[in-house]
Structure formats: structure tokens, C-alpha cells
């Protein structure tokens, strides 16, 4: 369990797991709705976070009722080109109704335009390969030697998908947040309470072709 901050608030959250994905989850999914830049649900306990976009889909970071999160794809199928999370489980996909031919930019005349499709995955904790940040909470210089130092572990791993599949750059790789238990580079960040931890940091694509 880590700290994250989702909206406004501050929750202690884990990843959901496959076997905890249930109807339940997806009836929610299903009446989601996209309004002042933010997805909403009708589950008083559910919410939701942006995490960035592309030409082809928008994804959030999403709680659940028990604090049990996960991303979710937006999807705009009129420019999708399947880009994909390669390193993990994609959880459910469905066409909600309340997303379709809605804009991202309601002002806009042409970009991305979902047309219902979404996707349910894994959530990736952590930040592109663009940026790693040693607080979540503001930016630093020191993030660019942190940066610097990470990208000379896994440069080779970089490349190496770079030669496999298409449309790989710094904001489809993300540097991994993992618990320091598990495989990665140890280091010392601190997390969204301000409290300084131990944790280990691999890499993950997230949507690449």
C-alpha cells in the first residue's frame, strides 16, 4: 500500500489485483462520464484522477470504493493505433455510452474525441521516462541528476524496446515505483505524506505498438 493523491485528497491505496475485478467494477465503468476535464461515476466512493493524453486516448488514475486503484483508458478509435501495456493485465473493456463522441476539449474543433471505447488495466506507479521526481509534490533540480543517474541502469532495457516495437519515446516508458521487495534499483524518495522511503525503481512500457 503507498500513499497517492487522487483529486484532492490524499489516500493510502494498493493496486487492484485481477481476481478483485468484478461486475461490480464494471457496471461503475459503465456509467462513467467525462465532464470539466475530469471522469466521474455514480459510486459515491469511486474517483478518479488524470494522468495524461495522447491522439488516440486519454488515462486516469481510478479509486475504488476500498481504495483499490487502477487506470483507465479513454479511447478515441478514430485515430487508435492499439498502442498497448505490454508489462502487465489489461482488466475489462466495454463501450460506455456517456463517452461517446465526447470531446476532451469541448472548445476544440478537431483532436481527440472519445467514441465510448475504455480499457481497464494495471495501474503504473510512477513517472515517464522523461522526468522522475523526488517528491510528488514539486519539482526540483535535483530531479534532473535523479533523472540522469536512473537512465544510466536502464538504458539498454530502453532501447532494447525501442527495438521491438514501434512509437517508443520518454513518454511511453515509465520509470516504476515498486516496493523494495521486489526487483529494481534502490533508492530514497519521499512520498505524497512527506515521508521519506526506501523503495526499488524498474521500468515499464505502457503503450507502445
Known sequence: MFPL????????????????????HREVISQAEYKDGQL???HSGWSASFLGAGEEKAVFVISDNDNRIFALEVIDQRTYLNGRFVGGCYFFETIVSNLQNIKYHPKAVVGLTFTGLVKAREYVHGYEWARFQYSPNKQSAFDTILTSWLRTFFTFQFNTYRSQYKDVHDRNIMFEIRGNTEKGVPITIKN????TMLVKVGIQPIDVR
Do not use: A, Q
Open 192 to 195: 505524497w505524506l512527506g515521508k
Open 5 to 24: 493523491k487522487i483529486g484532492n485528497d490524499v489516500k493510502i491505496v494498493r493496486k487492484i489485483d485481477m481476481g478483485e475485478f468484478s461486475n461490480t
Open 40 to 42: 466521474s461515476f455514480p
